[in-house]
């Protein structure tokens, strides 16, 4: 019975290790803050996070004197997003990052199907 608990947490393990998309340097919450920013062209420090329950994030936008919440959350190198009062996760745009480790940027981009319509980049002082 104990080697079942053993393998099992090690497939966990392992599954776990190989969801986890390689950030170098930046937080997933800060992922998902600039995927949100990027579509509403604004800066990162206009979404803040509401509430943090990982892999989940509630993150609020303000812009115009308006807020609206998003979730979000991170798979592989896509952001999943949806507005708070919708029940199902967009993919219009697509979100997708990655991250550039000589030049410590966060590069997101938007994609329609196949076509990308907008690549933005971060850095570590837009979260600042």
Known sequence: MRI?????LCIFGWFFLAAKPNLTGFRPEQVCQAGIA???SVAPKQ???YRSQAPLWQLRLS???QTQSYYCQLQADEILWRRAEDSLWQ??????FQTNSSSRQLIITHYLGQARLAEH???GEDFL
């Open 47 to 49: 979404v803040s996070i």
């Open 91 to 96: 993919d219009s745009p697509k979100l997708r």
């Open 121 to 123: 980049n971060f850095r």
């Open 38 to 40: 990027s579509m509403a």
């Open 4 to 8: 079942v608990k053993i393998l099992v």
């Open 63 to 65: 812009k115009h004197g």
